[in-house]
Antibody, heavy 121, light 108 residues
Framework: EVQLVESGGGLVQPGGSLRLSCAASGFAVSNNYMSWVRQAPGKGLEWVSV???????YYADSVTGRFAISRDNSKNTLYLQMSSLRVGDTAVYYCARNGFDSSGHDAFDIWGQGTMVTVSS | DIQMTQSPSSLSASVGDRVTITCRASQSISRYLNWYQQKPGKAPKLLMY???SLQSGVPSRFSGSGSGTDFTLTISSLQPEDFATYYCQQSYSTPPWTFGQGTKVEIK
């Protein structure tokens, strides 16, 4: 079965760090673009970061320099290392696969269930 | 960055109604437009990609149209399980991938 399962969320103080994990099954993380998307309570969806199949990484301006995306091919797992956390980073964090069609259009076609990160003192 | 604007932000409709949601991009994005459905407490689900291609397993009452800057998602006959929030998202100029603010479809 193709699925993504996130873990690692929790309560952290402002300025703290947290690492999220996203275990994939049914496909190889290394062969795909993989993203993190977050959703603050009661708000819309915000793309956070992506890692390409070639290993290149990109970030939203709001997290650049504070978050780092990575993957472990042997564990088929995606990670998001978050540091210098702010109250505004409070959100449900989803990992998602960027699936491509034959014409090169991509969409987030597989999503995890999400993990809640709360930044509060 | 490309900005995506949806309208309306919310709507009330009855089972069986035809519902249309619009999405406008701040610049031309060709057909690089996707639609998602999200129910409370759940992850988003891909409905349509490349403006009008139906994702596998999605009922045919959902359809998409448009190109350039203006797009629509139509539900031909609203069903009880369709009450949710819908988001459009562009994949033309990335990163970043950007979403509309969402349209909440509520029961009338």
């Amino acid at each position: 079965e193709v699925q993504l399962v996130e873990s690692g969320g929790g309560l952290v103080q402002p300025g703290g760090s947290l690492r999220l994990s996203c275990a994939a099954s049914g496909f190889a993380v290394s062969n795909n673009y993989m993203s993190w998307v977050r959703q603050a309570p009661g708000k819309g969806l915000e793309w956070v970061s992506v890692i390409h199949s070639d290993g290149s990484t990109y970030y939203a301006d709001s997290v650049t320099g504070r978050f780092a995306i990575s993957r472990d091919n042997s564990k088929n797992t995606l990670y998001l290392q978050m540091s210098s956390l702010r109250v505004g980073d409070t959100a449900v964090y989803y990992c998602a696969r960027n699936g491509f069609d034959s014409s090169g259009h991509d969409a987030f076609d597989i999503w995890g269930q999400g993990t809640m990160v709360t930044v509060s003192s | 960055d490309i900005q995506m604007t949806q309208s309306p932000s919310s709507l009330s409709a009855s089972v069986g109604d035809r519902v249309t949601i619009t999405c406008r991009a701040s610049q031309s994005i060709s057909r690089y437009l996707n639609w998602y459905q999200q129910k409370p407490g759940k992850a988003p689900k891909l409905l349509m990609y490349a403006a009008f291609s139906l994702q596998s397993g999605v009922p045919s009452r959902f359809s998409g149209s448009g190109s350039g800057t203006d797009f629509t998602l139509t539900i031909s006959s609203l069903q009880p399980e369709d009450f949710a929030t819908y988001y459009c998202q562009q994949s033309y100029s990335t990163p970043p991938w950007t979403f509309g603010q969402g349209t909440k479809v509520e029961i009338k």
